[in-house]
């Protein structure tokens, strides 16, 4: 009876310790059994030939990064914080900004990867340019506060509305002070967008997701929010980037990954790939 119980207890501390390592939020990455280091990257959207230059430039540290894509920007931080992948890459500093906000994720940024510019994308069977748009037109935008916000300032950039001063770089549709033209604007999950625009008579969708859909803003926008830093003083804040847990940010090898970005074969990538959709910001 006592060798059972001895047995029955070591089974349900070693239970409660595999619960316990299992709820942490923590994990680490893969090794495969040729010693192969597999990082998990959670992204979004279809625009990923950096990655595979920087998977060449990792080979010979034995590290592979493996995607992991999202239909959505909700789940690649949930995903993150709760170890189900090891890094994302998909989202600016606002956005991430806000959702360990809203959420209270233990995430955090460790190195930049793009700018991916918001731009109006007109249908073309209703509108050429901007000055075209007239009372009743319905202009989609992203539903998140922090895209909302940013497409409602470069609505008001491109002379359509006015918002409240005093609610800075996110303004939501309740802080519209003027129509200039009245318009109908839907809200609607991001990567959606582009499949509304049919219906609408413009869109704002940033590069990511216009380059998924087959849009460039050098050849498709009618209007481009402005990513100078000297010029607009939020660009800072609209850098996409890499995250990690927060008690992974010292983590060897994820440094290694960043390192593999920030070289001048991953902007050549990407200045090659996108043809000007985004922008390199380190």
Same mark, same amino acid.
């Given at each position: 009876?006592?060798?059972?119980?001895?047995?029955?207890?070591?089974? =349900?501390?070693?239970? %409660?310790? +595999?619960?316990?390592?299992?709820?942490?939020?923590?994990?680490?990455?893969?090794? =495969?059994?040729?010693?192969?280091?597999?990082?998990?990257?959670?992204?979004?959207?279809?625009?990923?030939?950096?990655?595979?230059?920087?998977?060449?430039?990792? !080979?010979?540290?034995?590290?592979?990064?493996e995607l992991v894509k999202f239909t959505d920007y909700a789940a690649p931080n949930r995903?993150?914080?709760?170890?189900?992948?090891?890094?994302?890459?998909?989202?600016?500093? $606002?956005?991430?900004?806000?959702?360990?906000?809203?959420?209270?994720?233990?995430?955090?940024?460790?190195?930049? *990867?793009?700018?991916?510019?918001?731009?109006?994308?007109?249908?073309?069977?209703?509108?050429?340019?901007?000055?075209?748009?007239?009372? +009743?037109?319905?202009?989609?935008?992203?539903?998140?506060?922090?895209?909302?916000?940013? !497409?409602?300032?470069?609505?008001?950039? !491109? +002379?359509?509305?006015?918002?409240?001063?005093?609610? +800075?770089?996110?303004?939501?549709?309740?802080d519209i002070t003027k129509y200039n033209v009245q318009i109908e604007i839907l809200e %609607?999950?991001?990567? =959606?967008?582009?499949?509304?625009?049919?219906?609408?008579?413009?869109?704002?969708?940033?590069?990511?997701?216009?380059?998924?859909?087959?849009?460039?803003?050098?050849?498709?926008?009618?209007? *481009?929010?402005?990513?100078?830093?000297? =010029?607009?003083? $939020?660009?800072?804040?609209?850098?996409?980037?890499? %995250? !990690?847990?927060?008690?992974?940010?010292?983590?060897?090898?994820?440094?290694?990954?960043?390192?593999a970005y920030h070289t001048e074969e991953v902007r050549q990538t990407i200045e090659e790939?996108?043809?000007?959709?985004?922008?390199?910001?380190?």
């Amino acid at each position: 009876m006592k060798k059972s119980f001895i047995t029955v207890l070591g089974l =349900t501390l070693a239970l %409660a310790l +595999g619960l316990t390592a299992c709820s942490s939020g923590t994990s680490e990455e893969t090794t =495969t059994e040729d010693g192969k280091t597999i990082v998990k990257v959670g992204v979004v959207g279809e625009y990923n030939a950096q990655w595979d230059t920087v998977n060449e430039l990792l !080979a010979d540290d034995g590290i592979e990064v493996e995607l992991v894509k999202f239909t959505d920007y909700a789940a690649p931080n949930r995903a993150l914080n709760d170890g189900e992948i090891d890094l994302n890459a998909f989202q600016h500093k $606002a956005f991430l900004a806000n959702d360990v906000q809203q959420n209270g994720y233990e995430i955090e940024a460790i190195g930049d *990867t793009i700018i991916a510019p918001l731009s109006i994308y007109n249908n073309k069977d209703k509108i050429s340019s901007v000055e075209e748009i007239k009372d +009743g037109d319905i202009i989609a935008i992203p539903s998140d506060l922090t895209n909302g916000g940013r !497409a409602l300032k470069l609505l008001e950039k !491109a +002379g359509l509305i006015e918002c409240d001063p005093a609610k +800075g770089y996110v303004p939501t549709k309740a802080d519209i002070t003027k129509y200039n033209v009245q318009i109908e604007i839907l809200e %609607a999950e991001s990567a =959606t967008l582009a499949n509304l625009l049919p219906d609408c008579t413009a869109a704002l969708i940033n590069g990511g997701n216009a380059f998924t859909a087959g849009l460039n803003p050098a050849n498709d926008a009618i209007f *481009t929010e402005d990513v100078n830093p000297e =010029t607009n003083e $939020a660009t800072p804040d609209l850098i996409n980037v890499i %995250a !990690a847990r927060s008690a992974d940010v010292d983590n060897e090898v994820y440094k290694k990954v960043v390192d593999a970005y920030h070289t001048e074969e991953v902007r050549q990538t990407i200045e090659e790939a996108y043809q000007g959709a985004f922008i390199c910001a380190w």
